[in-house]
């Protein structure tokens, strides 16, 4: 299986900043990564597939980059509702497999 | 839009079978989607446990494929998911969800349904 590793798995920040989320996969898995959202009781909701590729209706301060085993999210300017835990997930290969998450708590 | 709903016991014995359903609706079963089952102990992360395509294809984590069964009933427009041997570790909220396009990025999920595994 391959091996998601995000970091950090928990930050503190403020409306209006800038927040990254970094996932990094135990072998390349060449852009097949996604990244949800989760918030409390809740399903997760896709934001970004093909690492960089916005999901419908995803508001565009979100954004993903990165290449090879390495990906980024990142949150261009935090909003109150953007406070949650959010997860990278890769399909490159059989099984799926999540980081363990990051959860983003107002500071 | 597609819209899924998980429904079955929440309740079920340790060495029983976890048996759920995920009713499909505002759109086919039988579209050009593969169709998973995903799972969250309390407090934890995610893990896949299999996927289903209408053709009755599937794909299971090796993890736990010698106690999974994901099944298909297109006549309903559901498929379904049994765990056989369970224990306390399977406790968690079982999620149902729909692969996008070609991918296995998950873009529509279920609400979701707590089942706890106790005598």
């Known amino acids: 299986d391959i091996q998601m590793t995000q970091s950090p798995s928990s930050l503190s920040a403020s409306v209006g900043d800038r927040v990254t989320i970094t996932c990094r996969a135990s072998q390349g898995i060449s852009n097949s990564l996604a990244w949800y959202q989760q918030k409390p009781g809740k399903a997760p909701k896709l934001l970004l597939y093909?690492?960089?590729r916005l999901e419908s209706g995803v508001p565009s301060r979100f954004s993903g980059s990165g290449s090879g085993t390495d990906y980024t999210l990142t949150i261009s300017s935090l909003q109150p509702e953007d406070f949650a835990t959010y997860y990278c997930?890769?399909?490159?290969?059989?099984?799926?497999?999540f980081g363990q998450g990051t959860k983003v708590e107002i500071k | 839009q597609v819209q899924l709903q998980e429904s079955g016991p929440g309740l079920v014995k340790p060495s029983g079978t976890l048996s759920l359903t995920c009713a499909v609706s505002g759109g086919s079963i039988s579209s050009s989607n593969w169709w998973s089952w995903v799972r969250q102990p309390p407090g934890k992360g995610l893990e896949w446990i299999g996927e289903i395509y209408h053709s009755g294809s599937t794909n299971y984590n090796p993890s736990l494929k010698s106690r999974v069964t994901i099944s298909v009933d297109k006549s309903k427009n559901q498929f379904s998911l049994k765990l056989s041997s369970v224990t306390a570790a399977d406790t968690a909220v079982y999620y149902c969800?729909?692969?996008?396009?070609?991918?296995?990025?998950?873009?529509?999920w279920g609400q979701g349904t707590m089942v706890t595994v106790s005598s």
């Open positions: 969800a729909r692969a996008k396009g070609t991918t296995d990025a998950f873009d529509i």
């Open positions: 997930q890769q399909y490159y290969s059989t099984p799926p497999t």
């Open positions: 093909a690492a960089s």
